[in-house]
């Protein structure tokens, strides 16, 4: 066996052989034997402006041509500053801070120390107990990996991050019998509005309203994980705003860029950043290498001016029709059991009785047709670039049923 030098993520160490992409535009990427695939994925869930964006790509080359450095004090730079503003001007939260680092699982542990520093910083030592939903996936970090709700994904690295608590992922109830119980040990709570790597869940009726007020009245902090739903993926900037709800901490990646650059981070509200700023002296002991990196600032705010003037926001309601449309037309002819989705991110759960082994040979022969969608258990998950046409819409989901006949 000849398996390649790299170790790919999420995937059997003893594999030697992956499709090898060479090429991408638009929605489009093309593999070295020439086949071209509509990106029913955005790679990995974030590529909203789609690939090959001279905005981006130039705004990028500009900054590195600056120099970069970093901001650990007593630095700073100004295109840094300028991406912490936009981001947070267009969050629910434009009074906030804007902490910078490079991925989504830095962004979800980052919250998890704040969420635990807060309780600490107002004196209230025995706050240290994270409530977490099944289902849930907030990154591979040591934190994120404990905040799983996701079982497979916390197996075999020995011991977690002690003081989680999983509750029921769709009933409030759940979250309430778990303050009931632990009261005011409780830091906060961490959610995906809607949950993407779980099968894209979005959130049953009134479910993130009450659990707001669970945090509210208990003190604890709520934390959204916005990797996936932030930038306009649910026809809103942020989910926070689709769901009309505001919380303390918002965890960003994916779509701050789409791609272009790895950025993620946090999104501290007001009432976090008094904690934090109330003693004068204090420092805030947390930062990578990267936090800020000025070429990952460009690309920020080069996606988010594109975002704006592309009117991806609004579009995403568009993506969602269309799709809600096709799927649930399959769900009438009994080609599917179920559509799940919102805006831009939408699954597909397969027939009764379908095996995880069988969704991925559905994938993958859809694959050779030329559609990259993502196996999820029974289902398939979709979250195209926002800048995707209904034709290439249509034709997915017609590469779909094609398929499951």
């Given amino acids: 066996m000849n398996t390649p030098r790299l170790l790919h993520p999420f995937a059997k160490p003893a594999k030697d052989s992956f499709r090898s992409l060479v090429r991408a535009e638009g929605v489009r990427v093309w593999d070295d034997t020439g086949r071209e695939y509509i990106d029913g994925l955005g790679s990995l869930w974030y590529c909203q402006v789609g690939y090959g964006r001279t905005e981006v790509i130039e705004a990028i080359e500009r900054e ?13 730079n100004p295109i840094t500053e300028q991406a912490a503003e936009r981001i947070a001007e267009v969050s629910p939260m434009p009074d906030g801070r804007v902490f910078l680092c490079c991925s989504g699982s830095e962004s979800v542990d980052t919250a998890f120390k704040i969420t635990r520093l807060t309780a600490q910083l107002k004196g209230e030592p025995d706050r240290q107990i994270m409530l977490t939903r099944g289902r849930g996936y907030h990154g591979v970090n040591m934190a994120g990996t404990s905040l ?36 005011e040990r409780i830091a906060g709570v961490i959610c995906e509005p809607v949950q993407g790597a779980g099968g894209v869940h979005p959130p049953t009726d009134d479910y993130l309203r009450r659990l707001r007020e669970l945090c509210t009245k208990s003190g604890a902090l709520l934390v959204l994980d916005e990797v996936i739903c932030g930038f306009g993926r649910t026809g809103s900037w942020f989910a926070s705003h689709t769901y009309d709800v505001t919380p303390d901490l918002i965890t960003f990646a994916k779509g701050v860029t789409s791609g272009y650059q790895p950025v993620g981070g946090v999104i501290v509200s007001r009432g976090v950043c008094d904690v934090l700023e109330a003693a004068p002296d204090y420092i805030f002991r947390h930062g990578y290498t990267y936090s800020g990196h000025p070429a990952g600032a460009a690309a920020a705010i080069a996606n988010i001016d594109l975002i704006e003037s592309d009117g991806l926001v609004e579009r995403a309601n568009g993506i969602g029709e269309r799709f809600s449309a096709g799927l649930n037309a399959l769900v009438g002819d009994g080609r599917l059991a179920e559509a799940r989705g919102v805006g831009g991110v939408w699954a597909a759960k397969l027939p009764e009785g379908t095996e995880p082994h069988e969704t991925i040979a559905i994938r993958d022969a859809m694959l050779d047709k030329g559609v990259i969608c ?19 819409i249509d034709t997915m989901i017609d590469v779909l049923s094609d398929t499951i006949d």
């Fill in 148 to 183: 799983q709700g996701i079982a497979p994904n916390r197996e075999n690295w020995g011991d977690l991050v002690p003081h989680v608590i999983e509750i029921d992922p769709d009933d409030i109830e759940s979250a309430a019998r778990a303050f009931a119980e632990h009261g």
């Fill in 64 to 76: 590195l041509r600056v120099g970069h450095y970093n901001v650990f004090d007593p630095w700073a």
């Fill in 374 to 392: 993502r196996p999820i258990g029974d289902s398939l998950g979709f979250c195209p670039p926002l800048v995707i046409s209904d034709a290439d």
